[in-house]
């Protein structure tokens, strides 16, 4: 990125949960080298959010990134980690809201056999529900008004591809997302006029993460998107570029890639659809 656009960054802070590992570590670094300070939390990797502080570290200074162990579902977990924020960096610029759990709590084999609705455990769609819908709301809800009394502030939720919404036997991940995307669209005009913007941002395929199956052969695999496809596009969220930018979805694969001028593709760019 330019030297102008790491300036505008420089100082910010962000909160990235999840962040141990796929898409959410490389956003945690990705902000990180970008001159942001971030708390990088996850309910059950506490080794990996280690992991990603050491390397931050090593690569942007000592205090680069916090990690926090943190479940999203929680309220009290929520609270404290934006309370840890604020007293460790005095300022809350961002929440990612990247936690979440996927298809393989239904089934190992969900890429190749379909689980159908009422074949699903309860307890296993119940806690994928409360991580990828109330888990962004109970952040949210504890991150906004430190954002609000700032008058500028950035929640972006981590969301997939419609057509992974509606995918057969995708149930309750995909649901799970359209309620995001819902969730999106709503609290964007919560926030409408504040200085605080809500928008979605996904991966536009599928993406090499902890949430792909481990037996998927290497030809498949190497298919596959890297996690860092959503670097740029957040990088770009994050900055005073995007401050009419809200309530929308940013479709990472379609990016500008190596374009130093940090604008995205017009096609990068669509409505919610709520």
Sequence with gaps: MSGAARQALAGRVAIVTGGGRGMGRAMALGLARAG???????ARETAEIEAVAAEA????????????????????DCVHVVDTALQRFGRLDALVNNAGRGMKYVS?????????FWETDPDVWRMVIDTNVNGPFLMARAAAPAMLAAGWGRIVNVSMNRETMRRQGFSPYGPSKAALESETAIWAQDLAGAGVTVNALLPGGATLTGMIPEGLDEHARAGLLKPEVMVPPLLWLM??????VNGKRIVASRWN??????EPAREAIEDTGF
């Design 36 to 42: 942001m300070r971030v708390v990088v939390t996850a």
């Design 57 to 76: 570290r090593r690569d942007c200074g000592e205090a680069s990134v916090l990690p926090l162990s943190a479940d999203v579902t929680r309220a009290e």
């Design 108 to 116: 190992s084999r969900f890429m190749t056999e379909h689980t159908r």
């Design 239 to 244: 900055s005073p570029a995007s401050d009419g």
């Design 257 to 262: 890639i190596g374009d130093d001028r940090a």
